[in-house]
């Protein structure tokens, strides 16, 4: 499973946006695009996808910007990849909508692939903003060596 650039992208914004005073402080599209490497167009669009799943809010005009919509340790990895990918689900036999799968009819896997979605979909709901916008911990070998 690999996620897209644009998802990876929304993660290193919405961190960036979660080490200014928590997510609190309203910074703008271009700040965030300068401070983290993403191209600017790449950012506004983010920011529109980001703003319409609820995930941070945004203000035009003077005194605007945009500002997570909760505290960093609410938001999770689960919410960003949903925001930017739609729901996780690792095959498109658990969608309701039509798919084209020549076995569907003597798979005996389809009926365990939503544990899975869920099993993954709660490794990346452990994950918060909050805990990558933290200083990591020091790798064992580091801790080692400075003892």
Known sequence: ???????????????????????????????????????????????????????????????????LARPPATITLADVVE????????????DAAEHDCAIEGNCRVKPHWNAVNQAVRGALAGVTLASLAAAPAPAPEQMKVEA
């Open 83 to 94: 925001a930017v990918e739609g729901p996780i689900a690792l095959t498109a036999c658990v």
């Open 1 to 67: 499973m690999r996620l897209s650039s644009l998802t990876d992208y929304a993660v290193v914004l919405l961190t960036a946006a979660a080490r200014h005073c928590g997510g609190l402080a309203r910074m703008n599209a271009t700040s965030l695009a300068e401070e983290t490497g993403v191209p600017l167009p790449t950012a506004q669009k983010l920011v529109s996808r980001l703003a319409a799943a609820g995930l941070i809010d945004s203000t035009r005009g003077t005194g605007g910007g945009i500002r």
